[in-house]
């Protein structure tokens, strides 16, 4: 039975009509992934949901004295529940929840995951901040906590840092494992956002009407997507090629990231085609941007420039390149009217230059899946580049890997 047949099929969304998620409807989409009236409601219905168990766990910190009740979670992350003496039930209701491993789990198809996304190395990079960040902020209810927060605007390249941080972690191969640094990175940030929900929702002036639940389910599903589904979508489009395993596992190990995040197993998508549906549906309900939008892209591209910059005239031109660059590859993505709504610059240079490289990565992608022994070759040196990247950073920003700071800090303002 068809959609037409259940209900009226929604309005084709606009990020689906141009840039690259118009091509990708085309070359990469199979079947129709259109959603339906009825579809649309009940995925609007976890706007409302939140996070009860993370929720529950903040409230008892918040109520003990400072740094104690995070030091609980932290023994509890490292060495497990069994090493407190007197657990908090609200960290034994946790812990038994994201240690109770789903049977769709599956540790070979995560580090299959894993190396095919250490094997993109730095490039890999480009579609996180210009294609799932900047893409995510299309979304004006999720920017609510964002901007309310103040960090994002204020300290954009640390954060930005951070992000880039925390997604090398959770995508290096046996870092997934109970114990393993990724699986830890995975539940801080769950208690990140646990925080900021808590800090949101004591704001008097947080509207609930228009902005729904602060850091909700379906602004979380958004983001999962934006980090799989998006990157993959992305890497491809600058010349990257993957095996249709490869694309299947690389969303497998999100789909447990997801998982571990708090994120109701109805919204974790089982496979490609059910993670670009639900984009689809996320896309004709979320990505309405609005005048924040643009604000946190103005500091996304802030930080590219920051994080390019060098000494001197030559870092000047560099911090200028690299924001070209980066708004070119948003543009490719998000389409013309959405990068012109968020104001990024438009070089047709930039952009010509960015097609010839995905072509140059397409033409040697296609040499390494013909040479023995070049893919496992290609894995070592991505992982030998992300590792640097991570440590050139860390000196130059100090990122904040325990994400502690973020969970004292209380947001600036709502709006």
């Not at 219905?45 to 004295?65: N, S, Y």
């Not at 497990?80 to 946790?94: K, M, R």
């Not at 046996?174 to 800090?199: I, Q, T």
């Not at 059910?274 to 591209?301: H, N, Q, Y």
Request: hydrophobic share 45%.
């Amino acid at each position: 039975m068809s959609f037409c047949e259940v209900s009226a099929v929604v309005d084709e969304p606009e990020l689906f009509r141009q840039g690259g998620f118009r091509l990708a409807s085309r070359l990469f989409i199979e079947g129709d992934i259109r959603g339906d009236e009825r579809q649309v409601r009940r995925l609007r219905e976890f706007a409302q949901a939140e996070d009860p168990l993370a929720d529950a766990v903040v409230a008892m910190i918040r109520g003990r004295k400072a740094g104690e009740g995070r030091q609980l979670f932290e023994r509890a992350l490292k060495h497990g529940i069994e090493a407190l003496d007197e657990p908090p039930g609200e960290l034994v209701d946790f812990f038994a929840s994201v240690e109770r491993t789903p049977y769709w789990v599956d540790f070979a198809r995560i580090e299959r995951g894993a190396r095919a996304i250490t094997r993109t190395g730095l490039l890999g990079l480009f579609p996180l901040g210009d294609m799932s960040l900047m893409g995510g902020y299309l979304a004006s209810r999720a920017t609510k906590a964002l901007v309310g927060t103040g960090e994002i605007e204020y300290m954009a390249s640390r954060r930005l840092v951070e992000t880039a941080t925390w997604w090398i972690d959770v995508t290096t191969p046996g870092n997934l494992r109970r114990g393993e640094s990724g699986y830890a990175s995975a539940l801080r940030v769950r208690l990140v956002h646990a925080h900021v929900r808590a800090a949101m929702n004591r704001r008097e002036d947080w509207d609930y009407s228009a902005w729904d639940r602060p850091i909700n389910q379906v602004q979380t599903t958004g983001t999962l997507l934006l980090f799989s589904l998006v990157f993959v979508f992305g890497v491809q489009l600058l010349g990257i090629r993957f095996t249709e395993r490869e694309r299947a596992d690389i969303l497998h190990l999100w789909r447990y990231v997801g998982w571990l995040m708090g994120i109701d197993e109805e919204l974790l998508p089982a496979n490609e085609g059910d993670a670009w549906r639900l984009l689809w549906l996320l896309a004709a309900t979320e990505f309405i941007p609005d005048e924040d939008s643009k604000r946190l892209a103005r500091a996304l591209l802030k930080s590219h420039a920051e994080i390019g910059n060098g000494r001197g005239a030559i870092g000047k031109v560099l911090a200028h390149v690299s924001v070209r660059v980066h708004s070119s590859i948003s543009r490719l993505v998000l389409g013309k009217v959405n990068a012109d709504f968020l104001e990024l610059p438009n070089d047709p240079v930039a952009q010509a230059a960015v097609l010839a490289a995905a072509a140059v990565n397409f033409a040697a992608e296609t040499v390494r899946r013909r040479v023995p022994g070049a893919t496992a070759l290609q894995e070592r040196i991505g992982h030998a580049g992300r590792k640097t990247y991570v440590e050139r950073l860390g000196k130059l920003f100090n990122p904040d890997t325990t994400y502690g700071s973020h969970m004292r800090t209380e947001p600036r303002r709502a709006a």
